[in-house]
């Protein structure tokens, strides 16, 4: 049974509120308690930052953005630590300029989830985040997937209690933690790591790792292109999938170098294409282009972040429509590359 201390019953049959020193109380331990989970659980926004991660030196211009976009992350989640789904949560991430406020999502989606996953009492604020913010749905999966990552729960669990299309989002949020905070197991080696999920999970972990990737390599196209070398052939478009996701959503570089990319990413450029659609439907939906995601998406496939965002919304699959024995989320994304096939050949 809940308990109720919002009235007190006097003498007479009315109600007075509580005694001030009991609202103290619960205000005080509140904040003690948001104290605590953020020393406990929080991520310094040092743990954004190149150095720290052991990423190799880059472009003092482009390593800033990419570190400004991961210190937008950190902020988010430290204070989903601190404050529930609300007027509260919701003011601290809109302070954020345009270009990076999804990321400011997707960190307090990660920091609900983590709440929610350790909480002993209640397990629904992150299904609230998601309600009331239906404009960065994307993002806010990709941010459970961080949390899984943290956990280091078995993706197959949670994917049944997720949306079946868009929960696949938070596999490539695993991948992408994984690949940020353990660099060296998939990118200072010629013999990268296997995929922690199995089955078709493990591709789109890939599609995680390759945005990875893109911040691992200061978005320099030579880097990544090498690094995409060393992984088996077989692994290698699905990181292309997710290197065409970072370049168009987190930006970084010139309309030349984007061309170069094109042209690095070779038979995999469907790949490349279908991730940047990925990144306008995310960009568009959430009300955040800014100028990078077009010059981008006019590189990467071809047409503006209006024109990408609507295939990506056109080509999202019926359930009945998903091919047998394919992941819905794999009907989705092969939709959009077949877009792109003739560029492939």
Not at 63 to 87: C, H, I, M, N
Not at 92 to 113: N, P, S
Not at 210 to 239: K, Q, T, Y
């Amino acid at each position: 049974m809940r308990h109720r201390e919002s009235t007190i019953l006097v003498p007479g049959g009315t109600r007075a509120d509580p005694p001030i020193e009991s609202v103290e109380r619960r205000r005080l331990g509140s904040r003690v308690a948001s104290a605590v989970r953020v020393k406990l659980l929080g991520i310094g926004p040092e743990e954004a930052e190149f150095a720290r991660r052991g990423f190799p030196e880059a472009d003092p211009v482009k390593q800033q953005w990419l570190e400004r976009a991961g210190k937008t992350f950190v902020s988010g989640y430290r204070v989903a630590l601190a404050s529930d789904p609300g007027p509260v949560l919701d003011a601290a991430l809109e302070q954020h300029e345009r270009d990076v406020r999804g990321f400011a999502y997707e960190g307090a989606a990660m920091g609900l989830a983590l709440r929610d996953a350790i909480s002993p009492l209640h397990h629904s604020r992150f299904r609230r985040f998601v309600d009331d913010h239906d404009e960065h749905v994307y993002m806010i999966h990709v941010g459970m997937g961080w949390a899984l990552a943290r956990l280091r729960r078995d993706v197959r669990r949670p994917l049944t209690r997720l949306d079946p299309l868009l929960g696949w989002l938070a596999v490539d949020g695993v991948g992408f933690h994984t690949g940020y905070f353990e660099p060296n197991r998939f990118f200072a080696t010629t013999q990268p790591a296997a995929p922690t999920p199995i089955g078709y999970a493990a591709r789109v972990f890939d599609q995680g790792l390759g945005r990875s990737l893109w911040f691992f390599a200061g978005a320099d196209v030579e880097r990544v292109a090498a690094h995409v070398r060393a992984f088996p052939p077989g692994r290698r478009d699905d990181l292309w999938s997710g290197i065409g996701l970072a370049a168009t959503y987190a930006g970084g570089c010139s309309r030349d170098e984007l061309s170069r990319l094109q042209d690095l990413a070779g038979a995999s450029v469907g790949h490349l294409a279908q991730g940047a659609v990925f990144a306008a439907g995310a960009r568009r939906r959430a009300r955040n282009v800014v100028a990078p995601n077009e010059v981008a998406c006019s590189v990467l496939a071809g047409m503006t972040v209006d024109e990408a965002a609507e295939l990506a919304e056109s080509s999202v699959p019926s359930v009945v429509a998903a091919v047998p024995g394919e992941p819905i989320y794999e009907t989705w994304r092969a939709r959009i590359r077949s877009r792109f096939a003739s560029a492939a050949r």
